[in-house]
């Protein structure tokens, strides 16, 4: 779909490209060709033809027009070649697209869970769960006498009954928590310590303090669950390097398949240009492109799938963000992060098709 | 209008476009399919290369144009030696000879422009040049007027004469033809043959491989006659 509606608008930008380039090389054509005549003739007759000799004639301004035309030619003719054969094409790059966007919303999950972690990372908070025999009041005094000691900042108490409205109200499970007749749910108190309290073993001690207490239950320091969350987070991320890598090889590999079977498509045109002196790089050129345009287009089409992607789950995460009462805002790709991308894919599509041209090209021989 | 090619050559080295020094050629499941061969041909000369067919011709003019390699003696094109021709020179050493073929070898989906034009896009030579060359070209071989034509729409005989104009457009001190007339009727052979004859009169130099022995005799040019891969005439 996407491929059509790009097609459909080539022809005009193509059009509208050449004008400008061949519009402009027209106006000063004349100026240069009688500039660079007569200079022609005499170097002409002066320098015999060696083999290094690449260009016999013309000056270093026409031939620098010229290479850039065969740059042009062979950027534009590659991509004729693929609006040419429009299923290939889509086939091919909607595999490559899959592949892209597999890695890069990897890449995107992962990022939006560090942002995750990122919002939980400043919370050295210590949970103290109360035993079930104590009663409200014991913990609001339990509570105060915690806020005497020196190594906190600040106590936050939630009673029983204020754990159950608030559990009752998001969970969804109120009906069945209320069938339960008795309240589960036990006192806790929140503990922020003082700021300065950055070493791990001075909030280790804390903790062991707060577990002697009578009236505690169960201390755990949120800290570790945050310590989890990240190694987890670091597992993640590696296995988005591994899965990238991966990708990244297959794409190599479609875009080298997909040039090496253009490359036989053409194979006369190629040994037709050797036998009349074109060097392996005149020959690569318009292949290069080629691998250049799927990459590029790939990436693209990636972009599309990741960002259709993010649309769809972007409502529902937010949704549960609100749950949580978190101010998560769902991350997608920036500018840089999409040029990147629009680089690696146009990268590999390049490099996988050089790959293959230099190995084929040297087994290619004329008849 | 067309200028001799070669002149300048004759005062740098002595006047010898191609030279064969006791030159074989062994292929591993056939053998030697050329044995000691030694022969020169000078700047501007024009010579047929006959014999039967599995002679050695193709080969002979294979091991010219680089597409296969000596397996012993030396070959020199206009100075230069081939054997010590690195991979990366070989484009360049091609741009020197221009090369024809029994079967065209034209790019069918091309138009004769496109066709003749392809040497000079490969030397890198500008778009007003090109332009200016190709018709030059087709115009010496009389097909001026049918640049936005493609192969399949043109006879026999005007597909070779575009082979021809493709071989000549760069300029190349040297032509080497394998079998140019060999898929045509004999009066198209014979203007094919004129057209050589003319470039060899502004110092070309031409090598044609033939069996075609009757259209040979007809023209009194040099004849290298191979037998069994050696040289037995000259």
Do not use: C
């Not at chain 1, 004639?57 to 740059?71: E, P, R, T």
């Not at chain 1, 990244?248 to 036998?275: M, S």
């Amino acid at each position: 779909m996407k491929g059509r509606k790009n097609t459909a608008s080539f022809p005009n930008i193509l059009a509208m490209i050449f004008r400008s380039l061949y519009g402009e090389r027209e106006k000063r054509m004349p100026a240069r060709h009688q500039r660079h005549h007569p200079k022609n003739k005499k170097t002409a007759q002066t320098r015999p033809d060696g083999p290094q000799t690449r260009v016999s004639g013309g000056d270093f301004s026409d031939k620098l027009h010229a290479y850039f035309d065969l740059h042009a030619h062979a950027l534009f003719s590659s991509l004729g070649r693929l609006v040419d054969s429009p299923y290939t094409s889509i086939m091919t790059i909607t595999v490559l697209a899959i592949a892209i966007s597999l890695a890069s919303g990897f890449y995107i999950v992962v990022a939006n869970l560090q942002q995750l972690a990122g919002n939980l990372e400043a919370s050295n908070q210590i949970s103290l769960f109360l035993r079930d025999d104590i009663s409200d009041a014991n913990a609001r005094k339990f509570a105060a006498s915690i806020k005497r000691n020196p190594s906190v900042q600040e106590v936050k108490l939630i009673t029983k009954s204020e754990a159950m409205e608030e559990f009752q109200t998001y969970s969804g499970f109120g009906e069945a928590v209320k069938s339960l007749g008795k309240n589960p749910l036990p006192n806790v108190v929140q503990v922020l310590p003082e700021n300065a309290l950055e070493d791990r073993q001075e909030l280790e001690n804390l903790l062991n303090t707060f577990k002697q207490a009578f009236e505690v239950d169960f201390a755990q320091m949120d800290m570790d669950w945050v310590r989890r969350l990240q190694s987890f987070m670091e597992l993640a991320r590696r296995a988005g390097i591994l899965l990238s890598l991966l990708l990244g090889v297959a794409v190599l590999f479609v875009t080298g398949n997909t040039i090496r079977l253009e490359l036989h498509n053409r194979r006369e045109e190629v040994v037709i240009a050797k036998l009349v002196g074109a060097t392996n790089s005149f020959i690569q050129r318009p292949f290069l492109y080629s691998g250049f345009w799927i990459g590029f287009f790939s990436g693209v089409a990636a972009w599309f799938i990741v960002a259709v992607m993010m649309l769809i789950l972007k409502r529902p995460i937010e949704e549960l963000s609100g749950l949580y009462e978190g101010d998560f805002h769902l991350l997608f790709l920036s500018y840089s992060e999409t040029l990147v991308l629009l680089f690696i894919s146009s990268l590999l599509g390049v490099l996988g098709s050089w790959a293959v041209l230099s190995y084929q090209l040297q087994q290619l021989k004329p008849e | 209008m067309r200028k001799p090619l070669s002149t300048h050559y004759s005062s740098t080295t002595e006047n010898v476009m191609l030279k064969f020094d006791r030159v074989s050629k062994r292929y591993p499941e056939t053998g030697d399919v050329l044995r000691n061969i030694s022969f020169h041909l000078q700047h501007g000369e024009m010579a047929f290369l006959t014999g039967h067919s599995g002679a050695g011709k193709s080969t002979l003019l294979k091991l010219i144009a680089v597409i296969e390699r000596s397996s012993r003696g030396q070959i020199l094109l206009d100075g230069h030696n081939l054997n010590h021709a690195k991979d990366r020179q070989i484009p360049y050493l091609r741009r020197k000879i221009g090369l024809i073929f029994q079967d065209y070898k034209l790019l069918q989906d091309r138009t004769v422009f496109d066709n003749v034009a392809l040497p000079l896009l490969i030397a890198g030579y500008g778009r007003h040049e090109v332009s200016r060359r190709v018709r030059a070209s087709l115009d010496k071989v009389g097909l001026l007027g049918k640049e936005r034509k493609y192969p399949l729409a043109l006879s026999g005989g005007e597909q070779q004469r575009v082979g021809i104009a493709r071989a000549v457009v760069n300029k190349p001190p040297m032509i080497l033809a394998d079998e140019p007339t060999g898929n045509l009727d004999p009066e198209l052979s014979a203007e094919i043959m004129h057209l050589f004859e003319q470039f060899q009169q502004v110092g070309v130099t031409v090598l044609i491989a033939s069996h075609d022995i009757s259209l040979i005799s007809q023209m009194n040019y040099r004849v290298l006659k191979l037998d069994h891969g050696q040289l037995v005439a000259s």
